[in-house]
Every structure is written in C-alpha cells, then in structure tokens.
C-alpha cells in the first residue's frame, strides 16, 4: 500500500472537531468513502488530529472498516473477531500486526498469481478471442440502447463468424485427436 500520491510522501487529511475530513493535496472536504476509495487505489494517506497534531490513520481506517461491516459487506467472520479480541492483551499481542500483515501480503499475492493464472489459461486459445469479440458485440449492443446512440452499434463481420467457427473446428478435432492418442 506505500503507493505515494503524485506530490511527496502521503497525502495528508485533517480530521477536525466536528468530524470532518479534509484533503490538504486537493483542498477540499472530503468523507470516509474517498478515504476507502484512496485505499483501494493505493494511494497512501496520513490523517491527523487537525488541534492535537496527533496522527490518527489507525483509528479512521477501523472505522472506514466498521461503515463497510455496517453496511452489510461482512468480510470479518464472528469468530475470527472473537478471537483477534481475546489476543488484546495476551502475550503475543505485539507478534499479531506482524503474522496479520504478512497473512494479507501472502493473500494479495496469491489472488494475483490466481487470476493472471486464468487470463494466461485462455490467453492464446480460439476460446479467447471469441470472448472479446462477443464481449464488443455486448458492448455495441449496450451502446445502442443509450440515449443518442442510436443506431451507432457496428455489426461483427461475417468473415469473423466463419473464422470462429474454422477455428472451434480445428482446436475440435485436434482435441480429438489427443483422446484418441489417450484412449489407445
């Protein structure tokens, strides 16, 4: 998450008495759903206590967790808070930030490895190539239903229907092929 902001170092926010928010990097008021927002895109962040000069980021970004709890999006099970709870406290309060954040880092990277996992599955398969070109044809057809659109959705060319079908019939029978290699 150490993504800096386009200036130096974090973008630092202003938390004021009467609860809001204040973005120092674009001079405006600003609510917890841009902080979550910012999070989401990397951006980096310090908020402090506008009187006290106090920082205050640890506090804000419980909260930003409580709203989205609130909000129906529970991604914290019961028991999995229950027990960070019990660990306030114990002896091995001071390893738990640390085994956290390097749980998050291995899920993170994970998630990633998964998904360009599956983009590569597909990548050079006549399956692929299809998927965008439907995917266009959906998009064209959305686009005609906007307002002013009107009759602006291009039609996929007959040619690339009859190269899809050419091409599902050569990756068909070069599947055959394997299994009948397999069966024998």
Request: proline share 4%; no cysteine; aromatic share 8%.
């Amino acid at each position: 998450m150490k993504k800096a902001a386009p200036g130096t170092g974090p973008v630092i926010i202003k938390k004021y008495a009467n609860r809001r928010l204040y973005n120092t990097e674009t001079s405006s008021y600003i609510t917890l759903d841009h902080l979550a927002a910012m999070t989401r895109e990397g951006r980096d962040f310090k908020v402090i206590d506008a009187k006290t000069e106090d920082d205050i980021t640890h506090n804000v970004l419980t909260q930003i967790i409580m709203e989205e709890e609130a909000r129906g999006s529970q991604m914290l099970p019961v028991n999995f808070l229950r027990q960070l709870i019990s660990l306030y406290g114990d002896s091995m309060q001071a390893m738990v930030p640390g085994y956290l954040e390097a749980s998050m880092e291995s899920f993170r990277r994970n998630q990633e490895q998964f998904k360009s996992t599956i983009e590569g599955a597909f990548a050079n398969s006549p399956f692929a190539e299809m998927a965008k070109r439907n995917m266009a044809m959906f998009e064209a057809a959305s686009a005609a239903f906007k307002p002013g659109q009107a009759g602006a959705a291009p039609e996929a060319p007959a040619a690339q229907a009859g190269d899809d079908v050419s091409a599902l019939k050569a990756e068909l029978a070069r599947l055959r092929d394997k299994i009948e290699k397999l069966g024998k």
